[in-house]
C-alpha cells in the first residue's frame, strides 16, 4: 500500500487529499497528510451513538432513564458518554462546542478588564476550615488526604483560593484595583442524586471570576458590569435568560443575583411580575407572597435552569484571610470582593434543551461544532457525475470564506443515500447542509442547501453558496 500511494502518507486523521499528488492513485476521496487542502471527513469522526436508556446509571447504580431532552439527544448523537454516575466524557463534537463557548466567554470577561488565572483544583482543608465552610457545606465536598494525611477538597468554587492569593501579595495600591480574575475549571461537588446529563453532575466545567475593589462603590459598579456582561454573553448566544434576585447560600455576602433559563425540565423556580422588571427566585420570596413588592401587581411563577450566577460578597472573605491593600490615605483596607459563576457545560445542554426538536439538535450559531456539511452524490446513483463539484466547492469554500476553514466537513459515506446522509445532518444539527443532488447535474450547477436554523432550504450556484456562507459569524 505505501508503495502504490507515493507521495502520500497513510491515513492521518480527518484529513483527505483535495489535489493529486504525482504518484497518487485516482480515487474519490484518497487521504494525505494534513496541510493545504486538506478536507475533514465524516466517516473518521469518532462518535458513540445510539446508548440505550438501560445503559444510563441511577444514584442506586442501576439502570436508570434519560430524563430530558438535551440527555437523550447528546447521548444518541454521541456528544457526551457516561464514565460514572454523574461523570461524562466529552467527545470530539462536544468538546468543540465548549471550546467555542469558552471563546465566547473570554471575549466577555476581557472586554471587562478580566484577567485569566488557573488555580489548583486540589483545595487545602484549611483555608476551608478557615471560612467555616469545611464543615457548612457537608457531604457536598469531595475529600481526600494525601500520603502526609493532610487533607484536601476537591474544588467546588474557588473564594477561599483567590482571597489567599490576594492576601499573599502584601504592597497592593489601591491604583492597581479592581482587580476581575477568573478561570474556566473543572469543579467538583458530591451530587446526592446527579441527574439531567450535564445539567447536574458531579464533574462539570464552570467559569468563576473573584473582583477585588477599593470600596463598596467601586465593588457594586464592578458588580453591575459583570452581570451586563452575562446579559450581553447570553444574548449572543441567543438564550433569553432572566436576572433574578437570589439567596446568597453558603457562598454568602450581601446580594445575589441567579441568570435563569426558562424551561420546563429546570429544577428552579422563579418569580416574574408581566408590569414591571421585577423578579425573584421563590427562595427569596414570603411564602404567602403573590403580588410583586415593587408594584404590587401579580406575580407569574415558571422553572428555570441557572446558568449563571452572582455575588456581592463584601469583606467576607478578605477579613478572614486579611487581603487587604494601601489606600489613598496610606493605610492598610480590606479589599471588597465579588464573585460570579457561569456553569459551562450547563449553558452547553441547557442550549440544547431549549433551541432542539425532540429528535434534532439545534445550536446556538456560534456554539455549533462545524458550520456546515457537505453531502456528495451516493455512489453508483445518476447524481454520481457532480461528485467532483463538491470537492471544488469545499476547497472554494475554504479559499473564499476563511473563518470557515475547519468549520466544514464532508459526508464521505457515498454507500448511503443522500436522504439517510441528510437525516443524520439533522440529527447533528450543522447550520448549513450543502447537497449535491439532481440541480448540481444543471449548467450551471445548483447545490440544494438547508439552512437548519430558519428551517428554509434553497437551491444556489456555487457563488451563492459563498455569499451565504461569507456571512456566518464565528468565533
Given at each position: 500500500?505505501?508503495?502504490?500511494?507515493t507521495?502520500?502518507?497513510?491515513?492521518?486523521?480527518?484529513?483527505?487529499?483535495s489535489?493529486?499528488?504525482?504518484?497518487?492513485i485516482?480515487?474519490?476521496?484518497?487521504?494525505?497528510a494534513p496541510?493545504?487542502?486538506?478536507r475533514?471527513?465524516?466517516?473518521?469522526?469518532?462518535?458513540?451513538?445510539?446508548?440505550r436508556?438501560d445503559?444510563?446509571l441511577?444514584?442506586?447504580g442501576?439502570?436508570?432513564?434519560?430524563?430530558c431532552?438535551s440527555?437523550?439527544?447528546m447521548?444518541?448523537?454521541g456528544?457526551?458518554?457516561q464514565?460514572?454516575?454523574?461523570?461524562?466524557?466529552?467527545?470530539?463534537?462536544?468538546?468543540?462546542?465548549m471550546?467555542?463557548?469558552?471563546?465566547?466567554?473570554?471575549?466577555?470577561m476581557?472586554?471587562?478588564g478580566?484577567?485569566?488565572?488557573?488555580m489548583?483544583?486540589?483545595?487545602?482543608?484549611?483555608?476551608?476550615?478557615a471560612s467555616?465552610?469545611?464543615?457548612?457545606?457537608?457531604?457536598e465536598?469531595?475529600?481526600?488526604?494525601?500520603?502526609?494525611?493532610?487533607?484536601?477538597?476537591?474544588?467546588?468554587t474557588h473564594?477561599?483560593?483567590?482571597?489567599?492569593?490576594?492576601?499573599?501579595q502584601?504592597?497592593l495600591s489601591y491604583?492597581?484595583l479592581?482587580f476581575?480574575?477568573?478561570?474556566?475549571t473543572?469543579?467538583f461537588?458530591?451530587?446526592?442524586?446527579?441527574?439531567?446529563g450535564?445539567?447536574?453532575?458531579r464533574?462539570?466545567?464552570?467559569?468563576?471570576?473573584?473582583?477585588?475593589?477599593?470600596?463598596p462603590?467601586?465593588?457594586?459598579?464592578?458588580?453591575n458590569?459583570?452581570c451586563?456582561a452575562?446579559?450581553?454573553?447570553f444574548?449572543?448566544l441567543?438564550?433569553?435568560?432572566?436576572?433574578?434576585?437570589?439567596?446568597?447560600?453558603?457562598?454568602?455576602?450581601?446580594?445575589?443575583?441567579?441568570?435563569?433559563?426558562?424551561?420546563?425540565?429546570?429544577e428552579d423556580?422563579?418569580?416574574?411580575?408581566?408590569s414591571?422588571?421585577?423578579?425573584?427566585?421563590?427562595?427569596?420570596?414570603?411564602?404567602?407572597?403573590?403580588?410583586?413588592?415593587?408594584?404590587?401587581?401579580?406575580l407569574?411563577?415558571?422553572k428555570?435552569i441557572?446558568?449563571?450566577?452572582?455575588?456581592?460578597?463584601?469583606?467576607?472573605?478578605?477579613?478572614?484571610?486579611?487581603?487587604?491593600?494601601?489606600?489613598?490615605h496610606?493605610?492598610?483596607?480590606?479589599?471588597?470582593?465579588g464573585c460570579?459563576?457561569?456553569?459551562?457545560t450547563?449553558?452547553?445542554?441547557a442550549?440544547?434543551e431549549?433551541?432542539s426538536?425532540?429528535?434534532?439538535?439545534?445550536?446556538?450559531g456560534l456554539?455549533?461544532p462545524?458550520?456546515a456539511?457537505?453531502?456528495?452524490?451516493k455512489k453508483?446513483?445518476?447524481?454520481?457525475?457532480a461528485?467532483?463539484?463538491?470537492?471544488?466547492?469545499?476547497?472554494?469554500?475554504a479559499?473564499?470564506?476563511?473563518q470557515l476553514?475547519?468549520?466544514?466537513l464532508?459526508?464521505d459515506?457515498?454507500?448511503?443515500?443522500?436522504?439517510?446522509?441528510?437525516?443524520?445532518a439533522n440529527?447533528?444539527?450543522?447550520p448549513?447542509?450543502?447537497i449535491?443532488g439532481?440541480?448540481?447535474?444543471?449548467?450551471?450547477?445548483?447545490?440544494?442547501?438547508?439552512?437548519q436554523n430558519?428551517?428554509?432550504v434553497?437551491?444556489?450556484?456555487?457563488?451563492g453558496?459563498?455569499?451565504l456562507?461569507?456571512?456566518?459569524?464565528?468565533?
Amino acid at each position: 500500500m505505501e508503495g502504490l500511494l507515493t507521495g502520500c502518507r497513510a491515513l492521518p486523521p480527518l484529513a483527505i487529499c483535495s489535489h493529486q499528488l504525482p504518484g497518487c492513485i485516482p480515487h474519490r476521496f484518497h487521504y494525505c497528510a494534513p496541510g493545504k487542502g486538506k478536507r475533514l471527513v465524516l466517516s473518521r469522526m469518532f462518535q458513540p451513538q445510539n446508548l440505550r436508556e438501560d445503559q444510563v446509571l441511577s444514584p442506586e447504580g442501576k439502570s436508570g432513564s434519560l430524563t430530558c431532552k438535551s440527555q437523550r439527544l447528546m447521548l444518541q448523537v454521541g456528544l457526551i458518554h457516561q464514565a460514572s454516575l454523574g461523570c461524562y466524557h466529552l467527545l470530539p463534537y462536544a468538546v468543540r462546542a465548549m471550546e467555542k463557548l469558552m471563546r465566547v466567554i473570554d471575549q466577555e470577561m476581557q472586554a471587562i478588564g478580566g484577567q485569566k488565572v488557573n488555580m489548583p483544583s486540589l483545595c487545602s482543608a484549611d483555608l476551608w476550615r478557615a471560612s467555616n465552610r469545611w464543615d457548612l457545606l457537608g457531604k457536598e465536598l469531595l475529600r481526600l488526604q494525601d500520603r502526609h494525611g493532610k487533607e484536601y477538597c476537591l474544588g467546588p468554587t474557588h473564594e477561599e483560593a483567590i482571597t489567599a492569593l490576594i492576601a499573599s501579595q502584601k504592597t497592593l495600591s489601591y491604583r492597581q484595583l479592581p482587580f476581575l480574575l477568573y478561570q474556566v475549571t473543572r469543579k467538583f461537588r458530591d451530587e446526592p442524586r446527579p441527574r439531567f446529563g450535564l445539567l447536574r453532575g458531579r464533574e462539570f466545567y464552570m467559569k468563576d471570576m473573584y473582583t477585588f475593589d477599593s470600596s463598596p462603590e467601586t465593588a457594586r459598579q464592578t458588580y453591575n458590569l459583570v452581570c451586563d456582561a452575562y446579559s450581553g454573553l447570553f444574548d449572543r448566544l441567543g438564550l433569553q435568560c432572566v436576572k433574578v434576585q437570589a439567596d446568597v447560600g453558603s457562598i454568602g455576602g450581601t446580594m445575589s443575583h441567579e441568570f435563569q433559563l426558562p424551561v420546563d425540565v429546570g429544577e428552579d423556580r422563579f418569580a416574574l411580575c408581566p408590569s414591571c422588571s421585577f423578579s425573584a427566585n421563590v427562595e427569596t420570596l414570603d411564602l404567602s407572597q403573590t403580588n410583586c413588592p415593587a408594584c404590587q401587581g401579580p406575580l407569574t411563577e415558571t422553572k428555570g435552569i441557572e446558568v449563571g450566577h452572582t455575588f456581592y460578597l463584601g469583606t467576607k472573605y478578605s477579613s478572614i484571610f486579611n487581603a487587604q491593600f494601601i489606600n489613598d490615605h496610606g493605610n492598610l483596607a480590606l479589599a471588597e470582593m465579588g464573585c460570579y459563576g457561569l456553569g459551562v457545560t450547563r449553558i452547553l445542554a441547557a442550549a440544547i434543551e431549549v433551541l432542539s426538536t425532540e429528535d434534532c439538535i439545534r445550536w446556538p450559531g456560534l456554539l455549533a461544532p462545524y458550520q456546515a456539511c457537505l453531502i456528495p452524490p451516493k455512489k453508483g446513483s445518476r447524481e454520481e457525475a457532480a461528485e467532483e463539484l463538491v470537492g471544488h466547492l469545499y476547497d472554494h469554500i475554504a479559499e473564499a470564506v476563511p473563518q470557515l476553514r475547519g468549520e466544514v466537513l464532508l459526508d464521505d459515506r457515498t454507500h448511503l443515500t443522500i436522504g439517510n446522509r441528510l437525516k443524520d445532518a439533522n440529527k447533528f444539527g450543522y447550520p448549513f447542509v450543502i447537497i449535491a443532488g439532481r440541480k448540481a447535474l444543471e449548467d450551471p450547477a445548483h447545490f440544494e442547501v438547508w439552512c437548519q436554523n430558519t428551517d428554509e432550504v434553497v437551491f444556489l450556484t456555487r457563488e451563492g453558496v459563498i455569499e451565504l456562507l461569507s456571512q456566518v459569524q464565528v468565533v
